[in-house]
């Protein structure tokens, strides 16, 4: 963990300024379900994921458990949640869904805690709590390399695609209307089919976080076909998505996710998944050192 966040004064001050944890001020509402209890009662653990979010929280040939670095940090909460609630061995039922199906998992109760690439927002905190931040990324653009479309803005006259219920699509339709860009917006289920539009021609462009980007092209029938602009049409701060006003429960989750970031875990996880993208840049290695919350 002290190799991740080498040099990290100078960043921090930047991330200060720029990257808050995702609990805000919320007024007075109605006592929430106790997940702790819950999780006591049942003995078992509902877990909503994505299933195409590699290397995130992706399920391999659409077989078996989900895995992926936020799976890994996942796992590590639900051991916490089981020594908090008496529940060593917890049950985990791990259930695929869109970021939208998976927000609306966690606040009907059907899921008690969402591990996957959410971006936490202000909209989103209407319905769920989140956890401390587990990721900093930044959105921007997957097309065909050596293609047209070099920047945002030559996207006049061209068409985009984007997951629907999704930050990214609320960004690139403001992005659009602010630079006064005439391009069509196609909204697509999930990454694969948007490659799949991409490699045909159907699509000029696919918006999304840019992890995400990197592990379709990587699983992508030519990879070398394929680029990541380096423009950032936004930044997206990802956390678990947790039941709305369960205090006792954020805060297991939150200490979970802090002995990951301080007891050296965090290293090999970051690494396995993570690793060949390159280190951890000085903001995001800022990140977890804001979110490793003391005793």
């Known amino acids: 963990m002290k190799r991740l966040l080498t040099a990290i004064v100078s960043a921090?001050?930047?991330v200060i300024a720029t990257v808050a944890a995702p609990a805000a001020a919320q007024a007075p509402r109605a006592p929430a379900t106790d997940t702790l209890a819950k999780l006591k009662a049942t003995?078992?653990?509902n877990?909503?994921?994505?299933a195409d979010s590699f290397p995130l929280s992706f399920i391999k040939d659409n077989k078996g458990d989900p895995v992926g670095y936020s799976i890994d940090l996942c796992k590590r909460v639900i051991v916490q949640l089981g020594r908090a609630v008496g529940v060593p061995d917890l049950k985990t039922t791990w259930i695929p869904g869109t970021v939208s199906e998976r927000i609306a998992m966690v606040a009907s109760g059907k899921a008690d805690i969402?591990?996957?690439?959410?971006?936490?927002t202000l909209t989103r905190m209407q319905d769920v709590d989140f956890s401390s931040l587990i990721f900093l990324e930044s959105g921007g653009l997957l097309v065909k390399d050596g293609g047209p479309v070099k920047q945002f803005a030559d996207l006049s006259g061209r068409s985009i695609g984007v997951i629907?219920?999704?930050?990214t699509e609320t960004r690139v339709d403001a992005l659009l209307k602010q630079r006064l860009i005439n391009a069509k917006v196609t909204r697509v289920k999930d990454g694969n089919e948007a490659v799949a539009l991409l490699e045909k021609g159907s699509l000029d462009a696919f918006a999304s976080d840019k992890v995400k980007l990197v592990g379709l092209a990587v699983q992508a029938k030519d990879p070398k076909a394929l680029a990541i602009l380096a423009e950032d049409l936004s930044i997206e701060p990802l956390a678990?998505?947790?039941?709305r006003g369960d205090s006792s429960f954020r805060l297991e989750v939150n200490r979970a996710l802090t002995q990951v970031y301080v007891g050296g875990e965090l290293e090999s996880?970051?690494?396995?998944?993570?690793?060949?993208?390159?280190r951890p840049s000085g903001v995001l290695a800022a990140m977890y050192l804001l979110n490793a919350i003391p005793q």
Not at 114 to 120: E, K, Q, V
């Open 47 to 50: 877990v909503a994921v994505s």
């Open 114 to 120: 969402d591990c996957a690439n959410t971006t936490a």
């Open 164 to 167: 629907s219920g999704t930050t």
């Open 12 to 14: 921090a001050a930047i």
């Open 269 to 278: 996880i970051f690494m396995a998944w993570l690793g060949p993208i390159g």
């Open 43 to 45: 003995k078992q653990i």
């Open 240 to 243: 678990f998505a947790l039941p």
